[in-house]
């Protein structure tokens, strides 16, 4: 048994958050020095300075510890998301502004990996869905759906084309980051085009 079940219930709570948090800061410098390919969970681990046993506590793999990041990552950038919402005049407005912030929160937040990856590796691809992420599709979506019922975006499937948004500004921010420099403004131009120019070619939904 864990030695964390021997701690008061309020102690206890505040050693899982701290053991869960050194996970993560050290699975973050390790994949920014040995990739995230070449990283092991051993390599993790002693950089926590925690147990193995420990560490199988919380995290199954590594790809569980990438998925929590990118989990941390979508619950920072959710409030950044929904403060571009409030500001925009229109789903267009909305779109740019959404992009360009997510581009530039992709580039401050590996900033670390970056400075020491070379330009080709490819950030890993998540597989598998957080509340977290589900909280930034469901903003993308509860935008779109707004937007169709005041007549200023296509009357298209809303699950389709939040799905669709995403797909394009993560993939499309992820091939951003091997690039140097970095084109933030260029990723965006280009990433806005796709959507919005995809979007005029859709069918109307008649729901």
């Not at 998925?67 to 229109?90: H, I, N, T, V």
């Not at 890993?124 to 509340?131: M, Q």
């Amino acid at each position: 048994m864990s030695e964390v079940a021997y701690l008061p219930a309020g102690k206890r709570e505040l050693t899982k958050v701290a053991n869960r948090q050194a996970i993560l800061d050290a699975a973050r410098e390790v994949f920014g020095e040995l990739g995230y390919e070449t990283a092991t969970v051993r390599d993790i681990i002693r950089r926590t300075g925690l147990a193995a046993g420990t560490f199988y506590n919380y995290y199954r793999s590594k790809d569980e510890v990438y998925l929590a990041l990118s989990a941390e990552g979508a619950r920072q950038f959710a409030p950044l998301l929904k403060a571009q919402r409030a500001q925009s005049a229109d789903w267009s407005e909305f779109v740019r502004a959404a992009i360009g912030a997510y581009f530039l929160f992709l580039t401050d937040a590996h900033k670390t990996w970056l400075a020491r990856r070379p330009p080709e590796e490819v950030v890993p691809h998540v597989h598998g869905e957080t509340p977290e992420m589900a909280a930034v599709f469901n903003e993308v979506r509860e935008a779109i759906v707004e937007e169709i019922a005041k007549g200023r975006a296509p009357a298209a499937d809303p699950d389709y084309v939040a799905a669709a948004c995403i797909a394009i500004a993560r993939d499309v921010g992820e091939r951003m980051l091997t690039r140097r420099p970095i084109d933030t403004e260029g990723a965006t131009e280009f990433a806005v085009a796709m959507i919005q120019g995809g979007l005029q070619g859709l069918p109307q939904s008649k729901a």
